[in-house]
C-alpha cells in the first residue's frame, strides 16, 4: 500500500469520530508544512543561495541572527499571514507578537514558532528544523486584536505541535494529540509521506544527551546522573552509556523518539538561568514527547503544567524515556 500523504493523514483525522482535529487546524498545518518545503529548499541552496552567515541584527535574546532565521521567520509569517486560520503569531526571533493584520481574515488559533532551531549547525551542514506550536486563541479576543497574554497558555493546551527537520531526509513529525506521526518530504512530487507513527520512544536504552561543557551549572543531582552514567560498567551502575550532541534540539529529540534515551538542557542552578524556551522548543517538544510515551520535565516538574509569565521565558528540560527523566527528577532510586 502506498504511503498516506500528510493531507490525507489530516483528512482522516478529520473525520474520526470526537476528532481533535477540525478543518481550520488542518488547513493551518497543511499551510506550516508548505512554508517548511520553501524554508528547506532555501536551506538547501547554501552558499549558492546566499543563505548561510550572520546578519549584523541580535535577536531579542540578545543572539546573533543567523540570515537563515530571518528568511525562515519571514517564509512563516508571509505563508501564515492570510489564510484566516489565524489570529497571531509569535517567534523566537521576534521581540512582539504578530497579529494578523486588519486586512486579512482572522481565525482561531495561535501560532508559536522557533523558524531555525540549531541554527549554529546551518554554516556546517548539520540538521536544523523549524519547531511549531498551536494553541487556540483565548474566546474572549473575537472582535480584538490579540495580545502577548493571550499566548501565555501552559503548554497541555497545545492542540498540535510539530517540527521539520532538514537533515540527510527532511521529514516532518507531528501531533494532533492523537500519538506522533513522521513524514518525509518526497521532494521530487513536493508531498510529505507518511513514513513511521504512531512513534512509541524504546525505552531502556542506554544514551543520554548534554552540553557537557556546562557542567559547572549543574546541579548536584544533574551531576550525580551524568557521573554514574559516564564511568558506566565501571561504576554503580555497571553498565555503559553513550553520549550523543548535536546542538540542535530538533536533531537530538528526533533521535530520542526513534531511538530512545534522554535529553537535558538543565538550568544553571546557581542563578536559574536556562538556554531552552518555553514556548517555542520546551512545549512543543514536550507535547510531542508525552504523545510518545515519554516524559518531560524542567529537571522537577512537567514542563506542561508549566504556566508562562513570558513570551520568552526560558525553562530547564529534560526529557525522554520516562524512567531515566524520573531518575533525573529524583522521583526514582537510581537504577
Ligand atoms: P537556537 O534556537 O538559537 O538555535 O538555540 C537552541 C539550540 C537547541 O537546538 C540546542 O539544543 C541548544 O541550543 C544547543 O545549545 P549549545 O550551544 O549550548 O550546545
Ligand atoms: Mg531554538
Not at 503569531?89 to 488559533?109: D, T
Not at 532551531?117 to 474572549?140: K, M, Q, Y
Not at 509521506?193 to 548536584?220: H, V
Amino acid at each position: 500500500m502506498s504511503k498516506p500523504t500528510l493531507s490525507r493523514f489530516l483528512i482522516d483525522q478529520q473525520r474520526m469520530p470526537d476528532s481533535t482535529c477540525p478543518a481550520e487546524l488542518r488547513l493551518l498545518i497543511e499551510t506550516i508544512a508548505r512554508a517548511c518545503k520553501v524554508i528547506n529548499h532555501a536551506i538547501s541552496k547554501g552558499a549558492l543561495g546566499d543563505v548561510l552567515g550572520s546578519l549584523d541584527s541580535e535577536n531579542v535574546q540578545g543572539e546573533v541572527q543567523k540570515k537563515l532565521d530571518v528568511i525562515a521567520n519571514d517564509l512563516l509569517l508571509d505563508a501564515n499571514e492570510w489564510g484566516g486560520h489565524l489570529a497571531g503569531m509569535a517567534s523566537e526571533e521576534m521581540e512582539a507578537i504578530h497579529p494578523i493584520p486588519n486586512r486579512y481574515p482572522k481565525g482561531e488559533y495561535l501560532l508559536l514558532f522557533d523558524p531555525i532551531d540549531g541554527s549554529s549547525n546551518v554554516d556546517v551542514d548539520l540538521s536544523v528544523g523549524t519547531i511549531f506550536s498551536i494553541l487556540r486563541a483565548p474566546e474572549h479576543t473575537s472582535g480584538r486584536d490579540v495580545e502577548e497574554g493571550d499566548f501565555l497558555q501552559p503548554g497541555h493546551c497545545q492542540v498540535a505541535a510539530g517540527y521539520a527537520i532538514y537533515g540527510p531526509q527532511t521529514l516532518m513529525v507531528l501531533t494532533v494529540g492523537t500519538g506522533v506521526y513522521e513524514f518525509t518530504l518526497d521532494a521530487e512530487i513536493g508531498s510529505w509521506r507518511m513514513t513511521d507513527g504512531p512513534l512509541k520512544i524504546p525505552t531502556g536504552r542506554r544514551e543520554f544527551a548534554i552540553n557537557m561543557a556546562r557542567r559547572r551549572q549543574w546541579s548536584p543531582a544533574i551531576s550525580q546522573y551524568v557521573e554514574e552514567r559516564i564511568l558506566g560498567a565501571e561504576g554503580p551502575l555497571g553498565v555503559d552509556y553513550n553520549m550523543r550532541w548535536t546542538a540542535s534540539m530538533v536533531a537530538d529529540v528526533h533521535r530520542i523518539l526513534k531511538r530512545g534515551g534522554v535529553f537535558l538542557y538543565p538550568e544553571d542552578h546557581r542563578n536559574g538561568k536556562a538556554k531552552l524556551r518555553l514556548l517555542y522548543e520546551a512545549n512543543p517538544m514536550s507535547m510531542l514527547i508525552e504523545q510518545a510515551g515519554g516524559a518531560a520535565t524542567d529537571g522537577a516538574n512537567r514542563i506542561l503544567d508549566a504556566e508562562p509569565v513570558g513570551l520568552h521565558q526560558r525553562i530547564g528540560v529534560v526529557l525522554g524515556d520516562p524512567q531515566e527523566v524520573a531518575i533525573v527528577s529524583g522521583q526514582l532510586a537510581d537504577a
